[in-house]
């Protein structure tokens, strides 16, 4: 484990342990740390410490840690809340590096609990001591036999140990995962429960183990985003290292959506900005919890890709038909193409002798069952510039002549090629021995999908803003500075004119006109009856006024001065482009279909902000709105260079401090060659400015 981050190496090798807190009572928590210890025959040097017991396990107890021998390495803190903020305060005093806080009830219980996790952070760090917690169940090195948490499962024998190194904000799951792992034979490298991250966070607790040769691969097990600096600085070293990085995150609802202010906020929910973030850091999100297990080594085979990359295909080969078609159909659910071979490929499969029908699979039904077939036809797909995969699915002969069925598949995956097997029947002697070969196997139809689809759409790290997220949503601007704002960064904006309701005067462009009320307290104009469309000259004046009494009958309180004019424009559609500081991972930006419609469709695309050229075409072709505007089924075809470039340009708002949120609904795409133009903006600056 590399020093590079102060005291954190006496997180998984301390040379000495306190346990404080420690029961006597073998049906607590609080009493597994020193029993796993001894069992493991872990090195350190371990001292219980109980104020009220002289023994605790038959073994000599200290009442604090001012009374040990030494001070030691790590401090395990078991009691509650408010002795733990003590205790970490006696671990400042004495120079303890590395305080776990197993303890709950801190920010979790609300602000009393808040306040105390704030005191308990503060005396960690004025007195140098790293913090692993609160509510953290602690870490468990099982190539070392460090096992210094309170979760029971780590009582059980014979766990086997990998090259995956876990962390997890949920402390529950680390057991969960190291069991399910053995039922598979996969096992880890250390296990670690971050619990609040009050200081010491996943990310930096990952990266402190980079440069082990033994930790090969990481898993994550997220509730949310913390530290996201220090998580995309971590996956970015990984994988300069080779290194992948895999997660489970909870959280796909939208229960937030609807406290947002802007179109974009209610959007790009907490779960789609966590879903860009990761993506933007490498990271391979999963939405099965059997695929966390299954990624790692499928993974280790499939490249990263760059932005403006043509979108990868699969091949299939199988012996038993039904069965690749659950494949092939839950990856199509997750938008993964399965090819058929090509001419050429199909040329190759006839000389090797396999007879491939027209379609997507290469279905070598009984025949397959024979070595020789199987493995001719893995020989051919495999070397197919078409496939970026090639997904074998093996049917009864797994369970009833595993040595037979998986000889051609473990002799083409030897190496680095790309493939993956998915094995129909309940086989778990064929499953075993593919993962000890390090060959990608999957069980379900839905985790082979879900390791697949999240393996060929994992990204190249990219560099992403350094701007960090802010705590305030800033201030409001109203619609003509909003614009202002938008034309500095280089974002074409429809002409427009302030005017006075009281003293209408004729816009310097011709009509028919939108007119609008212009006030920064009017987010949704339209909902206070603020917007009156297709007015002509004559109608100005009226509208104005019509404009004035809406509003103060709907806002009370509310009274418009100006009004703002635009002409009407009519363009091959419409978009939305949002720009947000979003208060977990800071910059994003987001494409969406215009419109009024926009929220009730959800059709939209979000990336960590800036993007360049190459994602923000990307983005376009994942909004299936605005397909419509590459000239389907003969519409008429719509500027996507122009929407492109104004997608780069909203997302550079990241260079520009001050800009806390920009929404433009819609932003009109003309005809092609023609551009786009802003005719509705939101904007949010710094109280500052």
Same mark, same amino acid.
């Given at each position: 484990?590399?020093?590079?981050?102060?005291?954190?190496?006496?997180l998984?090798?301390?040379?000495?342990?306190?346990?404080?807190?420690?029961?006597?009572?073998?049906?607590?928590?609080?009493?597994?740390?020193?029993?796993?210890?001894?069992?493991?025959?872990?090195?350190?040097?371990?001292?219980?410490?109980?104020?009220?017991?002289?023994?605790?396990?038959?073994?000599?107890?200290?009442?604090?840690?001012?009374?040990?021998?030494?001070?030691?390495?790590?401090?395990?803190v *078991?009691?509650?809340?408010?002795?733990?903020?003590?205790?970490?305060?006696?671990?400042?005093?004495?120079?303890?590096?590395?305080?776990?806080?197993?303890?709950?009830?801190?920010?979790?219980?609300?602000?009393?609990?808040?306040?105390?996790?704030?005191?308990?952070?503060?005396?960690?760090?004025?007195?140098?001591?790293?913090?692993?917690?609160?509510?953290?169940?602690?870490?468990?090195?099982?190539?070392?036999?460090?096992?210094?948490?309170?979760?029971?499962?780590?009582?059980?024998?014979d766990?086997?140990?990998?090259?995956?190194?876990?962390?997890?904000?949920?402390?529950?799951? &680390?057991?969960?995962?190291?069991?399910?792992?053995?039922?598979?034979?996969?096992?880890?490298?250390?296990?670690?429960?971050?619990?609040?991250?009050?200081?010491?966070? &996943?990310?930096?607790?990952?990266?402190?183990?980079? %440069?082990?040769?033994?930790?090969?691969?990481?898993?994550?097990?997220?509730?949310?985003?913390?530290?996201?600096?220090?998580?995309?600085?971590?996956?970015r070293?990984?994988?300069?290292?080779?290194?992948?990085?895999?997660?489970?995150?909870?959280?796909?609802?939208?229960?937030?959506?609807?406290?947002?202010?802007?179109?974009?906020?209610?959007?790009?929910?907490?779960?789609?900005?966590?879903?860009?973030?990761?993506?933007?850091?490498?990271?391979?999100?999963?939405?099965?919890?059997?695929?966390?297990?299954?990624?790692?080594a499928?993974?280790?085979?499939?490249?990263?890709?760059?932005?403006?990359?043509?979108?990868?295909?699969?091949?299939?080969?199988?012996?038993?038909?039904?069965?690749?078609a *659950?494949?092939? %159909?839950?990856?199509?659910?997750?938008?993964?193409?399965?090819?058929?071979?090509?001419?050429?490929?199909?040329?190759?499969?006839?000389?090797?002798g396999?007879?491939?029908?027209?379609?997507?699979?290469?279905?070598?039904?009984?025949?397959?069952?024979?070595?020789?077939?199987?493995?001719?036809?893995?020989?051919?797909?495999?070397?197919?510039?078409?496939?970026?995969?090639?997904?074998?699915?093996?049917?009864?002969?797994?369970?009833?002549?595993?040595?037979?069925a998986?000889?051609?598949?473990?002799?083409?995956?030897?190496g680095?090629?790309?493939?993956?097997?998915?094995?129909?029947?309940d086989?778990?002697?064929?499953?075993?021995?593919?993962?000890?070969?390090?060959?990608?196997?999957?069980?379900t139809p839905?985790?082979?999908?879900?390791a697949?689809?999240?393996?060929?759409?994992?990204?190249?790290?990219?560099?992403?803003?350094?701007?960090?997220?802010?705590?305030?949503?800033?201030?409001?601007v109203?619609?003509?500075?909003?614009?202002?704002?938008?034309?500095?960064?280089?974002?074409?904006?429809?002409?427009?004119?302030?005017?006075?309701?009281?003293?209408?005067?004729?816009?310097?462009?011709?009509?028919?006109?939108?007119?609008?009320?212009? %006030?920064?307290?009017?987010?949704?104009?339209?909902?206070?009856?603020?917007?009156?469309?297709?007015?002509?000259?004559?109608?100005?004046?009226?509208?104005?006024?019509?404009?004035?009494?809406?509003?103060?009958?709907?806002?009370?309180?509310l009274?418009?001065?100006?009004?703002?004019v635009?002409? *009407?424009i009519?363009?091959?559609?419409?978009?939305?482009?949002?720009?947000?500081?979003?208060?977990?991972?800071?910059?994003?930006?987001?494409?969406?279909?215009?419109?009024?419609?926009?929220?009730?469709?959800?059709?939209?695309?979000?990336?960590?902000?800036?993007?360049?050229e190459?994602?923000?075409?990307?983005?376009?072709?994942?909004?299936?709105?605005?397909?419509?505007?590459?000239?389907?089924r003969?519409?008429?075809?719509?500027?996507?260079?122009?929407?492109?470039?104004?997608?780069?340009?909203?997302?550079?708002?990241?260079?520009?401090?001050?800009?806390?949120?920009?929404?433009?609904?819609?932003?009109?795409?003309?005809?092609?060659?023609?551009?786009?133009?802003?005719?509705?903006?939101?904007?949010?600056?710094d109280?500052?400015?």
């Open positions: 484990m590399s020093d590079s981050i102060e005291g954190v190496s006496a998984l090798a301390p040379r000495s342990i306190a346990l404080v807190g420690a029961s006597d009572d073998p049906r607590k928590a609080s009493s597994r740390p020193l029993a796993f210890l001894r069992e493991s025959g872990h090195p350190a040097a371990v001292y219980p410490v109980n104020a009220r017991r002289d023994r605790v396990a038959g073994e000599k107890a200290w009442p604090s840690l001012r009374d040990l021998p030494e001070v030691p390495d790590h401090a395990f *078991m009691t509650p809340a408010q002795a733990a903020v003590d205790t970490v305060h006696e671990c400042a005093e004495l120079g303890v590096p590395i305080a776990t806080v197993l303890s709950g009830g801190f920010a979790e219980e609300g602000p009393e609990g808040e306040k105390r996790q704030r005191e308990l952070l503060t005396v960690a760090r004025e007195g140098g001591v790293r913090l692993l917690g609160p509510s953290s169940l602690g870490v468990v090195d099982l190539r070392s036999g460090l096992r210094l948490t309170g979760n029971a499962v780590f009582a059980e024998p766990l086997p140990v990998g090259g995956t190194f876990v962390a997890s904000q949920s402390g529950s799951m &680390i057991g969960a995962l190291v069991s399910r792992g053995k039922a598979r034979g996969i096992g880890f490298a250390s296990v670690v429960s971050v619990g609040a991250e009050a200081d010491l966070g &996943i990310g930096e607790i990952c990266a402190a183990t980079l %440069d082990d040769p033994s930790v090969t691969d990481y898993l994550l097990f997220l509730e949310t985003i913390r530290h996201p600096q220090a998580l995309a600085d971590f996956a070293a990984a994988a300069e290292r080779g290194k992948p990085v895999a997660a489970y995150k909870l959280g796909r609802s939208a229960a937030a959506a609807e406290l947002a202010r802007s179109h974009t906020g209610a959007l790009a929910g907490e779960d789609d900005v966590a879903s860009a973030f990761l993506a933007q850091c490498g990271i391979a999100r999963l939405d099965t919890l059997e695929a966390l297990f299954e990624a790692p499928l993974l280790g085979r499939i490249p990263a890709r760059e932005p403006g990359r043509a979108a990868p295909s699969v091949g299939v080969v199988t012996t038993t038909g039904g069965g690749a *659950m494949v092939v %159909d839950q990856l199509g659910v997750r938008g993964v193409q399965v090819a058929a071979p090509s001419a050429e490929t199909r040329e190759r499969l006839g000389a090797a396999i007879s491939a029908a027209e379609g997507a699979l290469v279905d070598l039904t009984l025949a397959g069952t024979r070595p020789e077939v199987m493995s001719a036809a893995l020989d051919v797909m495999l070397s197919a510039p078409e496939f970026d995969l090639v997904v074998a699915v093996v049917g009864s002969s797994a369970r009833l002549n595993p040595e037979l998986l000889q051609p598949v473990l002799e083409a995956a030897s680095a090629a790309r493939l993956a097997t998915f094995l129909v029947p086989a778990p002697q064929a499953l075993r021995r593919l993962t000890e070969a390090g060959v990608p196997s999957f069980r839905e985790s082979c999908a879900d697949v689809a999240s393996a060929l759409a994992r990204r190249t790290p990219g560099a992403g803003s350094r701007r960090l997220p802010s705590g305030t949503d800033g201030r409001p109203d619609e003509a500075a909003g614009y202002t704002e938008l034309a500095e960064a280089g974002l074409p904006v429809a002409p427009y004119a302030v005017i006075d309701p009281a003293a209408v005067e004729l816009p310097p462009f011709t009509g028919p006109y939108a007119v609008k009320a212009l %006030d920064a307290r009017l987010a949704h104009k339209s909902d206070a009856g603020g917007v009156v469309l297709g007015v002509g000259a004559d109608g100005l004046k009226e509208a104005a006024a019509r404009i004035v009494r809406q509003v103060a009958e709907r806002r009370p309180g009274s418009v001065d100006r009004v703002l635009q002409p *009407m009519a363009g091959a559609g419409e978009a939305l482009v949002g720009y947000r500081v979003d208060p977990m991972v800071g910059p994003t930006v987001l494409l969406a279909a215009g419109g009024t419609l926009t929220e009730l469709y959800r059709d939209r695309s979000v990336r960590m902000a800036p993007v360049d190459d994602t923000a075409q990307e983005m376009i072709d994942e909004v299936v709105a605005l397909r419509a505007l590459d000239g389907y003969g519409a008429r075809r719509g500027d996507l260079t122009a929407l492109r470039d104004a997608v780069v340009a909203m997302s550079r708002l990241a260079d520009r401090p001050h800009v806390r949120e920009a929404e433009i609904n819609p932003l009109v795409v003309l005809p092609a060659g023609q551009g786009v133009l802003a005719v509705d903006a939101l904007v949010h600056l109280d500052g400015n």
